[in-house]
């Protein structure tokens, strides 16, 4: 048997006890073999290859090296890619409407609803949540009257008004027209909501709002369900809570303009509520501080919707023109008219639920 | 007027401040108007034209030897004030507003002769909150009603106005109910908001806002003292404005402030004397506010010149600052987009 040879531990294979000195202990050099020096004398060349020169300015912005025609040509190309071929009169376009934007020469109406940032800001957001995530399917969009007064009156459901934002998008993508929500005071109460929600035509679920927008030939929307709709426990899916004072029926029948009954169909599923913290709702100010499967344990991706399938019927219109001018101050026609509107969609709520195969698809 | 065989004598009062003055001076030079007696307490600082002024403050009984000395037939208010200024502290203006006002009818209701009364009041009256409809009318009350400040003087002193209504029935009342008065010449709690260099908002509050040019205001109120009709009206330019419209169109910057800050920020304003902040003012300016003016136009046959918009750009071409730096950028885009455009066209 020959001599052992002695591997150290720990220096990665260079002679030493790893005590992390540059150059091993004399000692050990002897230990590992005759060749101490031209190693070390490579190894100096390999690092003195491996310094770079000093990087000057004109490396590090890699676009000085690129001529200004090339940078010419790329921008048109990128222009062409946004805008198509016409894209000098569309870029145009877009550079004056920023200027207009900037220089807040743009009109809103009476309710603060600013048409541009209705259309291009929030619809033009929630056409991908509405085609891809919901897959929204929107049955009997012709009972919509193309113009003039009408009053939409769906459920309310999904713990956070997801479903009102979805029928705007639903009536305008098929009819071309604003859908004008009338929301809870609450929603005029919290900052960025409320002047998002104005912005985008909503208004205070009031009499006044209501009949104002109707007579004014405005397509108004509302949730008598309110909050009892909306943040009712996931286990009452589909079944229709109480219909407030029926004071949507009182502004369609003063007004004389068709109650067109909405059934939503999908939207129970978005954020199932199985849990409510009323303490911290009281503290909040809010009407429940919902628990859901995803929140709060999720934190922020809690509030990421379920892709449930969402199927939306827009029933027969209710006349109501027919009624005479005293009908609306007359609480017996008042319910009756308000329970025909909830027994419509409670039923067509049914026969949506009986067509859809499953919760997702 | 016609059968009004003798020339009208008017008692203006709050002729001190400057929409005051300017009003009783034109009133002054209009047809079918004889004399215009101008009251306050502070003799006026500009010119008066015709108009006689006496110095009579309205919070003592001199007022009543004033009209019926004058033998005056009508009476226009103005002297309803927003902000103490330099009349002192709120105590002062809560005197000047509610006692003066009380001394002023309580001398009407005494005077015979009196046949008109019209009063400046604001839509300050509505209140600001979360639950107001979208558009107030005359018949409808604030959703709160207001616990101190201008807003509970101005419900006071529309209560008086309707108590004296109802005790002179002969008397024709007018009630105006004016939006914020805009205009090159207009100090007021809003005018001053506009005119600080770098404006405070309220974050995530987007207010609408209606405004009433100067000259609207001046014509409004010939119109009353002319008209026989009777009621309250809300008066406004058309349309309504956003806040951050009307900041960009100044191209002002602002600095949006959580609404607890708002608060300190106000007073801290007020003690520089800066701007005036009043509790309702900052209701006003997260909520805002819009009045309806369908009656104005129906029953009092009065038509604004200036829209909400016009009044406003007036106001802005004296107070805005010079195209901004982005606008700037814009436009040399525009200007440059247009151009190869046009060569384009050529070489093809």
């Known amino acids: 048997m020959g001599d052992a040879e002695v591997i150290p531990i720990g220096t990665g294979g260079r002679p030493g006890r790893g005590s992390g000195q540059a150059r091993p202990s004399a000692a050990s050099r002897t230990l590992a073999g005759a060749k101490p020096r031209a190693e070390r004398r490579e190894r100096t060349a390999s690092s003195s290859d491996r310094l770079r020169p000093a990087t000057t300015t004109e490396e590090r912005a890699p676009g000085a090296g690129i001529p200004p025609t090339e940078w010419l040509e790329a921008l048109q190309a990128a222009a062409v890619q946004v805008f198509g071929d016409e894209w000098e009169p569309q870029l145009a376009r877009v550079l004056a409407f920023l200027r207009r934007r900037l220089a807040g020469e743009y009109a809103v109406d009476e309710y603060g609803f600013d048409q541009e940032v209705a259309e291009k800001l929030v619809l033009a957001s929630l056409r991908p949540i509405a085609e891809k995530w919901f897959r929204i399917e929107v049955r009997g969009a012709e009972n919509l009257p193309p113009d003039g007064g009408a009053l939409v009156v769906s459920n309310h459901s999904g713990t956070l008004p997801v479903d009102g934002l979805m029928t705007m998008f639903a009536v305008h993508e098929h009819t071309g027209r604003f859908l004008r929500p009338l929301g809870a005071d609450l929603v005029f109460r919290l900052p960025f909501v409320s002047s998002l929600a104005r912005k985008s035509g909503a208004t205070l679920a009031c009499t006044e709002d209501a009949e104002r927008m109707l007579a004014g030939g405005e397509l108004a929307g509302v949730w008598p369900e309110g909050f009892k709709g909306i943040g009712k426990p996931f286990t009452e899916r589909y079944k229709l809570q109480r219909f407030g004072r029926g004071g949507f029926v009182a502004a369609a029948v003063r007004t004389g303009v068709p109650i067109i009954p909405l059934s939503v169909v999908g939207a129970e599923e978005i954020y199932p509520l199985i849990g409510n913290v009323p303490s911290l709702a009281r503290l909040l100010g809010l009407p429940y501080v919902p628990i859901t499967p995803l929140f709060p344990w999720l934190g922020p991706l809690g509030l990421v919707p379920l892709p449930s399938k969402w199927l939306m019927e827009f029933g027969e219109p209710i006349r109501t023109d027919e009624y005479d001018a005293g009908a609306a101050d007359d609480p017996m026609l008042v319910f009756n008219v308000t329970d025909q509107v909830r027994e419509t969609i409670q039923q067509s709520l049914y026969s949506l639920l009986m067509q859809r195969s499953s919760v997702w698809q | ?348």
């Not at chain 2, 009003?23 to 006689?52: K, N, Q, T, W």
């Not at chain 2, 009349?87 to 000047?96: C, D, H």
């Not at chain 2, 003066?100 to 209140?127: N, W």
């Not at chain 2, 009630?175 to 005018?191: D, E, M, Q, Y």
Request: charged fraction near 20%.
């Open chain 2, 1 to 348: 007027m016609g059968a009004e065989s003798r020339s009208r004598v008017v008692l203006v009062t709050g002729v001190s401040r400057d929409l005051g003055r300017r009003f009783a001076r034109r009133l002054a030079a209009e047809p079918g108007v004889g004399r215009v007696i101008g009251v306050d307490a502070v003799p006026p600082r500009g010119d008066i034209g015709d108009v006689s002024f006496v110095r009579a403050d309205i919070r003592n009984p001199v007022i009543a030897k004033v009209i019926a000395k004058e033998d005056v037939d009508t009476v226009v208010h103005m002297s309803v004030i927003a902000t103490p200024g330099s009349a002192g502290g709120r105590g002062t203006m809560k005197e000047l507003n509610v006692i003066g006002t009380m001394q002023l009818l309580a001398a009407c209701q005494k005077a015979p002769g009196i046949r008109h009364l019209v009063v400046k009041s604001t839509s300050t009256v509505y209140g600001a909150s979360s639950r107001d409809p979208a558009m107030f009318t005359e018949e409808m009350q604030p959703r709160r009603q207001p616990s101190s400040g201008y807003a509970k003087d101005v419900a006071e002193i529309e209560g008086y106005i309707r108590g004296f209504a109802r005790r002179r029935p002969d008397v024709r009342v007018t009630t105006l109910r004016l939006a914020n008065v805009l205009g090159p010449h207009v100090t007021s709690p809003i005018t001053s908001y506009f005119r600080l260099p770098v404006i405070p908002t309220v974050l995530g509050f987007d207010p609408r806002l209606q405004f009433v040019h100067e000259s609207d205001l001046m014509r409004v109120l010939t119109h009353c003292v002319h008209t026989d009709v009777a009621g309250t009206f809300n008066v406004a330019g058309d349309g309504v404005m956003l806040l951050s419209q009307a900041v960009r169109r100044l191209r002002k910057p602002t600095v949006p402030l959580v609404r607890p800050a708002v608060g300190g920020v106000a007073g801290a304003l007020k003690s520089a004397r800066m701007a005036d902040f009043s509790p309702e003012q900052l209701g006003f300016l997260t909520f805002g506010r819009g009045i309806d003016t369908t009656r104005m136009r129906a029953e009092l046959g009065f038509e604004p010149t200036y829209t909400t918009q016009a009044a406003f750009a007036d106001f802005a071409a004296v107070v805005g600052q010079p195209r901004s730096p982005a606008e700037a950028l814009f436009d040399g885009l525009s200007s440059l987009m247009a151009e190869p455009a046009s060569t384009g066209a050529g070489d093809g």
